[in-house]
């Protein structure tokens, strides 16, 4: 063999031959996820996650209005309506909690002055949070 074919050959192996075996030993270690994951943040490659749920600004805007209206019954408003009402924005109020990852306890908590009491609690954790429960 000359020494133009053997260089050949050598420059070959180093080039397909070498990254191969060591692309199949990586692999099979068990580690690659988690270098790779390495490699993709360091370079800012990482997928942002899915949002979950409703926008925040949709929850904020039919917090607002629901409270609202909780506000503005009036001495005609039927016990049906202002239960509905309430039971709406207890929802609503569950949403924000999870959207902003505020511990709640609102559905856990018997209809009446322990629930109005855990709903005040609410409002200002999301209000401390920075989320406007009552529009201004």
Same mark, same amino acid.
């Given at each position: 063999?000359?020494?133009?074919?053997?260089?050949? %050959?050598? /420059?070959?192996?180093?080039?397909?031959?070498? #990254?191969?075996?060591?692309?199949?030993? @990586?692999?099979?270690?068990?580690?690659?996820?988690?270098?790779? $994951?390495?490699?993709?943040?360091? @370079?800012?490659? &990482?997928?942002?996650? $899915? #949002?979950? !749920?409703? #926008?925040?600004?949709?929850?904020?805007?039919?917090l607002r209005r629901l409270a609202?209206?909780?506000? +503005? &019954?009036?001495?005609?408003?039927?016990?049906?309506? +202002?239960?509905?009402?309430? %039971?709406? /924005? =207890?929802?609503?109020?569950?949403?924000?909690?999870?959207?902003? $990852?505020?511990?709640?306890?609102?559905?856990?908590?018997?209809?009446?002055?322990? &629930? =109005?009491?855990?709903?005040?609690?609410? $409002?200002?954790?999301?209000?401390?949070? !920075?989320?406007?429960?009552?529009?201004?």
């Open positions: 063999m000359s020494d133009t074919a053997l260089n050949l %050959l050598l /420059y070959l192996v180093v080039i397909f031959a070498l #990254p191969a075996i060591f692309g199949v030993l @990586f692999w099979t270690t068990g580690h690659a996820d988690e270098i790779a $994951e390495r490699v993709r943040v360091r @370079f800012g490659h &990482r997928r942002p996650p $899915e #949002p979950t !749920g409703r #926008p925040l600004a949709a929850i904020a805007r039919d609202d209206q909780a506000g +503005s &019954r009036s001495s005609d408003t039927t016990f049906a309506r +202002s239960r509905g009402l309430e %039971l709406a /924005y =207890d929802d609503v109020l569950v949403q924000a909690c999870r959207a902003l $990852e505020i511990t709640e306890a609102i559905r856990a908590v018997p209809p009446g002055w322990q &629930r =109005d009491i855990e709903r005040l609690r609410v $409002e200002a954790c999301l209000e401390n949070a !920075g989320l406007a429960v009552r529009a201004r």
